[in-house]
């Protein structure tokens, strides 16, 4: 290879791209309902980190790339690694100073995003249930970063050996487009419906078709020998009108695509990312009317620092958002958290990303850092901050890593009892945890409530509703849910004391329909079933019509979900229509009931307080006491 510098042209219209996309990715982490596609932001990255990174490189004519790999895995250092470690200790700083709950969670998080293997991280480290409900970590975004980094070390090489093998591009470029194809086969045979989809959509095997299809672009596309010279009015038109539908597809996937979609992850993704391909191939063209629009200053203005822009989102929203405003944003906090990020991103762009792009490591740090005391009285106040604060920081951050920073107690996992069986008076010992352990919250008076308070209970609840008679007797009650049923499982006996209650903390659908052989007898008309499920992720209309079926001739009582993430407006609407499918199934409105109270749930927003607890109960209470009403509600 040769030591030459980087050779290609600035075209603007990519900035429109990257502008778009990552406001695509910033309305989808803020839960705007517009933007449920809006994941699909960082598949458009990728497709444009592998076009500009191959066409960089790529010679002009022969198999010598344009750089050396010294020269240019330099270069990706420097435009990458400062903002981004800049992020990492100033988030991991505020965290220690302010919010040490999350601590625990973000101490192996910071380790992982410094060394570029978090989407590894997240895999395969296993955290407790408890750790994957409350604040997300604000580390989480950099997933997709260390892809990227982890490609820019490998293509390079891989690039040199396919050039020196298959000696045409042309060759290469099948060779590449078979490999991007490999990988998305494997994430459709990795991919299970209705489960955790984590390893498929962070793992750098089955994303790496995004980056390839970039790669492959460059090889059949390449961006320096694009011309208007010898394209005919016919095939301008041509390359506009494609543009064009290629663009409207990509607004219409963020629209209306989910990331709970199975066809998603079975080629959906991999057909996205070609059509990005060929949106990125009609921009770069000099002719692309497209790429003129895509050109306008604010949205370059925003390109330019997309990088900044997307780095900061997350930690901004995480720590800036109550537990109980994720997934129901608050606007006027959204519009103050995007204005400080768009600071914080020029801010970054002009005194870290830029001058050390340009001058390197060491000039900045001469510039910038001054720890001669002879020369301390000349040097301006920035510079004396900078020199203060920097070795500060790195200070706590270091102590912090090593687990010298202390952090706020946490409750054990031990505390929580992790399933419960019910059946009449005969309990497990979990349930038995569940009923007496106070360590929880402090819940012992409002559960453990006498016969007349809870005869008072139920007498008031039937004055709220419009039948002052139970219009069905049930002869048998089966519940069946997750850590919420758990919650309300001595609360719901005490009601009903014959009831049976399974539940488990963790437990999605898919999991339930495995219980269904061993409460067949419930299947009849005069018994009655209370499923609950849902906080832990969505799941397919086989997997729950397949639950649901089961009791068929029940009465089925589905309670809905209020959960600060990303499935529960998924999860409420498919229980939503099957209520409204079935003449024996009742909807029980937990959403609608505890939307506006964050004072029902404990500090992870899920779990549920002695308040939460009672209102749920009653719920449930109201709903089975007026029979199969469709709807049940307070």
């Known amino acids: 290879?040769?030591?030459?510098?980087?050779?290609?042209?600035?075209?603007?219209?990519?900035?429109?791209?990257?502008?778009?996309?990552?406001?695509?990715?910033?309305?989808?982490?803020?839960s705007f309902g517009w933007a449920r596609g809006g994941f699909l932001g960082v598949d458009i990255f990728f497709v444009l980190s592998g076009y500009l990174i191959t066409s960089t490189v790529l010679p002009l004519k022969g198999n010598q790339l344009t750089v050396s790999l010294g020269q240019f895995w330099i270069g990706r250092f420097r435009r990458l690694l400062p903002a981004a470690y800049v992020m990492i200790i100033t988030t991991f700083v505020w965290v220690m100073l302010f919010n040490k709950d999350l601590l625990n969670t973000l101490r192996g998080d910071a380790i992982s995003s410094i060394f570029y293997s978090s989407n590894w991280w997240f895999i395969f480290h296993k955290l407790s249930y408890f750790d994957s409900?409350?604040?997300?970590?604000?580390?989480?975004?950099?997933?997709?970063?260390?892809?990227?980094?982890?490609?820019?070390?490998?293509?390079?090489?891989?690039?040199?050996?396919?050039?020196?093998?298959?000696?045409?591009?042309?060759?290469?470029?099948?060779?590449?487009?078979?490999?991007?194809?490999?990988?998305?086969?494997?994430?459709?045979?990795?991919?299970?419906?209705?489960?955790?989809?984590?390893?498929?959509?962070?793992?750098?095997?089955?994303?790496?078709?995004?980056?390839?299809?970039?790669?492959?672009?460059?090889?059949?596309w390449p961006m320096k020998k694009l011309s208007s010279k010898e394209l005919s009015i016919k095939n301008i038109n041509m390359l506009n009108s494609i543009s064009l539908v290629s663009f409207s597809i990509i607004i219409l996937c963020i629209i209306f695509v989910d990331e709970y979609q199975a066809y998603l992850y079975r080629g959906?993704?991999?057909?996205?990312?070609?059509?990005?391909?060929?949106?990125?191939?009609?921009?770069?063209?000099?002719?692309?009317?497209?790429?003129?629009?895509?050109?306008?200053?604010?949205?370059?203005?925003?390109?330019?620092?997309?990088?900044?822009?997307?780095?900061?989102?997350?930690?901004?929203?995480?720590?800036?958002?109550?537990?109980?405003?994720?997934?129901?944003?608050?606007?006027?906090?959204?519009?103050?958290?995007?204005?400080?990020?768009?600071?914080?991103?020029?801010?970054?762009?002009?005194?870290?990303?830029?001058p050390i792009r340009k001058q390197g490591f060491r000039s900045f740090y001469r510039k910038n850092f001054v720890f001669n005391l002879n020369k301390w009285g000349s040097i301006t106040l920035r510079n004396k901050i900078l020199t203060i604060l920097i070795p500060l920081f790195l200070l706590v951050f270091i102590s912090g890593t090593?687990?010298?920073?202390?952090?706020?107690?946490?409750?054990?996992?031990k505390d929580y009892p992790t399933d419960i069986k019910i059946n009449g008076e005969e309990q497990s010992t979990n349930s038995k945890i569940a009923e007496k352990d106070s360590s929880k919250v402090d819940t012992k008076e409002e559960i453990d409530t006498t016969d007349e308070q809870g005869i008072a209970s139920t007498q008031k609840e039937k004055s709220v509703s419009d039948t002052t008679s139970i219009k069905k007797t049930y002869k048998g009650i089966l519940a069946i849910g997750d850590s919420l049923m758990i919650d309300v499982a001595s609360s719901l006996q005490?009601?009903?004391?014959?009831?049976?209650?399974?539940?488990?903390?963790?437990?999605?659908?898919?999991?339930?329909?495995?219980?269904?052989?061993?409460?067949?007898?419930?299947?009849?008309?005069?018994?009655?079933?209370?499923?609950?499920?849902?906080?832990?992720?969505?799941?397919?209309?086989?997997?729950?019509?397949t639950l649901l079926g089961a009791f068929s001739n029940a009465d089925i009582y589905l309670v809905n979900t209020r959960v600060p993430r990303s499935w529960e407006r998924n999860v409420n609407d498919a229980l939503y229509k099957k209520a409204q499918m079935y003449d024996n199934i009742t909807l029980i409105d937990w959403y609608s009931a505890a939307i506006n109270h964050p004072e029902y749930f404990e500090p992870d927003g899920v779990h549920l307080v002695p308040g939460g607890v009672k209102?749920?109960?009653?719920?449930?209470?109201q709903a089975i006491n007026n029979g199969t009403s469709k709807l049940a509600y307070l």
């Open 133 to 220: 409900f409350g604040s997300p970590s604000p580390l989480k975004n950099l997933w997709s970063l260390a892809i990227e980094e982890q490609f820019y070390l490998l293509w390079p090489i891989l690039l040199i050996i396919g050039l020196y093998v298959f000696k045409k591009q042309s060759s290469l470029s099948i060779i590449v487009f078979i490999a991007a194809l490999s990988s998305a086969v494997l994430m459709s045979v990795l991919y299970q419906p209705g489960e955790d989809p984590s390893r498929i959509y962070y793992g750098t095997d089955t994303r790496s078709f995004e980056l390839l299809i970039g790669c492959w672009l460059a090889l059949i």
């Open 268 to 354: 959906g993704m991999f057909l996205f990312c070609i059509n990005a391909a060929i949106l990125i191939a009609c921009v770069c063209h000099p002719v692309s009317y497209l790429g003129k629009i895509l050109s306008w200053k604010p949205l370059c203005w925003l390109g330019s620092r997309s990088y900044g822009i997307y780095l900061w989102h997350y930690p901004i929203m995480v720590l800036g958002t109550p537990i109980h405003e994720i997934g129901n944003p608050s606007y006027w906090r959204v519009g103050l958290q995007l204005v400080l990020i768009l600071v914080i991103a020029e801010l970054s762009y002009r005194f870290i990303e830029s």
């Open 402 to 413: 090593l687990g010298m920073g202390g952090e706020a107690k946490k409750n054990s996992v």
């Open 494 to 545: 005490e009601i009903y004391p014959n009831i049976t209650i399974d539940a488990k903390i963790g437990r999605q659908v898919h999991q339930a329909v495995k219980l269904v052989p061993n409460y067949a007898g419930f299947n009849q008309p005069d018994k009655a079933v209370i499923i609950q499920l849902g906080t832990n992720g969505y799941f397919t209309d086989t997997q729950i019509e």
């Open 1 to 30: 290879m040769s030591g030459k510098t980087l050779n290609h042209r600035y075209i603007p219209g990519l900035d429109g791209i990257r502008a778009l996309s990552v406001l695509a990715v910033i309305a989808y982490h803020f």
């Open 615 to 621: 209102t749920l109960t009653n719920l449930i209470q």
